[in-house]
């Protein structure tokens, strides 16, 4: 090798990106990626919600007692309470099947197989004479413990257990909201209250600042944090793969050499790098417009509130979400994990000499993506103070997470700034190995170096 040759030069670097990026939109696979892509996040969204709601319906109805299917003929409902209960009183979209048919009877109110027994010959304590054995009794009152709702059946009844414990927790579940709407206490609040009481343990008080402090908590944060994750692992696997392929087949055509000509080893490897920047670019832009389009046609076609969808489809919400300022933190630190990976794949590309091997690497680039990806989940999923401050220093953990820790408020500017600066250093040492590599390894057709030799290169 001339001595006198700059490998690091970038002469040519312009003429490889047009080139690779020709090439990729060229390539039937690569058009076919991006088509599916743009149609995924186009109708992911409402797909999405459709599902959701299907969900939905089906864990409602699982608790909604269905008498017939069930076995029970009729419902008897006895309140010995001072509260006044019937199902006519629960908002119907929440009993659907339970409100729609209401009947006045002599001894109260029927509603479907429910009776609601305000005064009756059938009295509660004659049960044993008319309680028929498809007939059960749901008996709310009071004892000393507080209120009480029991399931009662015939003996030699036909009724099964788990069908009367089920229709007994609906009328539990409806009562406990009559009730509580008799004090005046609002849907949310009975939501609260619902929720109980949790305990977060012992924290230190720096560590419980911290956590109040955070701009997004909750589940809203883990979808961010999944949303930006999935954005670099994308780019990263439809990238790579492209960028090891393409340096293997150029090895193996030969083509290579005559490019060394013109184009420095450097512009020839930052050139793919850079191509294939733009054409993932290109989908991500393409792909924030399908999921505009899709959020256009959930709001104005399936008429569903902005509160009911956010959070489905492919969440770009994240870019616009904290302003100009972050917009720019989350723009740089993807671009930063897309040339680190990037060029982790150009280095183990050089080395490749036949399909096997381009399996090979791009398995252990996605080793590295994988094992970042999985850490953000975790983190994500923890969110814990002493974690996040850690991992944020921690490649390739801090390419997923560390700048949505910082917008969210989980690490400081200073902290993220120095995840910064050690993502630069990386980059610029993997460069500078990629560079020696690729002139080194790029014209040898022996076996694959392992990555000793890789290194070694490194020390010419």
């Given amino acids: 090798m001339n001595k006198r040759e700059n490998i690091y030069s970038l002469q040519g670097v312009g003429k490889v990106f047009k080139f690779t990026l020709v090439q990729t939109f060229k390539n039937k696979a690569y058009i076919l990626s991006f088509v599916l892509f743009v149609l995924v996040m186009t109708f992911m969204g409402p797909l999405q919600y459709i599902m959701s709601k299907n969900g939905e319906n089906t864990a409602k109805k699982a608790f909604e007692a269905d008498y017939e299917n069930m076995g029970i003929k009729n419902v008897y409902v006895?309140?010995?309470?001072?509260?006044?209960f019937s199902l006519s009183e629960i908002n119907k979209e929440e009993?659907?099947?339970?409100?729609?048919?209401?009947?006045?009877?002599?001894?109260?109110?029927?509603?479907?197989?429910?009776?609601?027994?305000?005064?009756?010959?059938?009295?509660?304590?004659?049960?044993?004479?008319w309680l028929g054995e498809e007939d059960a009794?749901?008996?709310?009152?009071?004892?000393?413990?507080?209120?009480?709702?029991?399931?009662?059946?015939?003996?030699?009844?036909?009724?099964?257990?788990?069908?009367?414990?089920?229709?007994?927790?609906?009328?539990?579940?409806?009562?406990?909201?009559?009730?509580?709407?008799?004090?005046?206490?609002?849907?949310?609040?009975?939501?609260?209250?619902?929720?109980?009481?949790?305990?977060?343990?012992?924290?230190?008080?720096?560590?419980?600042?911290?956590?109040?402090?955070?701009?997004?908590?909750?589940?809203?944060?883990?979808?961010?944090?999944?949303?930006?994750?999935?954005?670099?692992?994308?780019?990263?696997?439809?990238?790579?793969?492209?960028?090891i392929s393409s340096v293997t087949e150029e090895k193996q055509s030969k083509l290579v050499e005559s490019l060394l000509v013109s184009v420095r080893p450097m512009a020839l490897v930052m050139g793919k790098i850079f191509g294939m920047m733009a054409y993932v670019l290109s989908i991500l832009i393409c792909g924030f417009i399908g999921s505009k389009l899709s959020d256009l046609v959930l709001r104005n076609v399936m008429k569903v509130s902005e509160e009911n969808y956010a959070g489905t489809g492919f969440d770009f919400s994240i870019f616009k979400q904290f302003g100009p300022s972050g917009f720019i933190i989350l723009l740089f630190a993807l671009i930063m994990g897309y040339l680190t990976f990037g060029i982790l794949g150009g280095i183990f590309g050089s080395a490749c000499n036949s399909t096997e091997d381009i399996q090979n690497a791009t398995g252990s680039t996605m080793i590295f993506v994988m094992t970042g990806y999985m850490g953000a989940m975790f983190m994500g999923m923890m969110d814990k103070n002493v974690l996040n401050q850690v991992m944020a220093f921690v490649p390739p953990f801090s390419y997923f997470s560390a700048p949505v820790m910082y917008v969210t408020g989980r690490i400081e500017l200073w902290q993220m700034l120095v995840s910064f600066v050690i993502?630069?250093?990386?980059?610029?040492?993997?460069?500078?190995?990629?560079?020696?590599?690729?002139?080194?390894?790029?014209?040898?057709?022996?076996?694959?170096?392992?990555?000793?030799?890789?290194?070694?290169?490194?020390?010419?």
């Fill in 78 to 84: 006895y309140n010995d309470t001072p509260t006044e």
């Fill in 423 to 460: 993502q630069i250093i990386i980059v610029v040492v993997l460069t500078r190995l990629c560079a020696k590599t690729y002139r080194n390894l790029i014209l040898s057709d022996s076996s694959t170096p392992k990555l000793a030799a890789i290194f070694k290169t490194a020390k010419m």
């Fill in 95 to 129: 009993n659907e099947g339970l409100t729609a048919d209401i009947t006045k009877t002599d001894d109260g109110i029927k509603i479907g197989n429910v009776h609601f027994i305000e005064d009756s010959d059938k009295a509660f304590s004659n049960r044993n004479e």
């Fill in 137 to 243: 009794i749901i008996y709310i009152h009071t004892v000393d413990e507080g209120i009480e709702v029991s399931g009662i059946r015939a003996d030699g009844s036909k009724i099964d257990t788990g069908d009367l414990d089920d229709v007994t927790a609906i009328i539990k579940e409806n009562y406990e909201k009559s009730r509580l709407r008799d004090v005046d206490i609002s849907n949310s609040d009975i939501i609260k209250i619902s929720a109980g009481v949790h305990t977060d343990g012992v924290v230190k008080e720096a560590d419980y600042v911290a956590e109040q402090s955070k701009t997004i908590t909750g589940q809203k944060y883990y979808t961010y944090i999944l949303g930006f994750s999935v954005i670099v692992m994308m780019i990263v696997s439809l990238s790579n793969s492209f960028i």
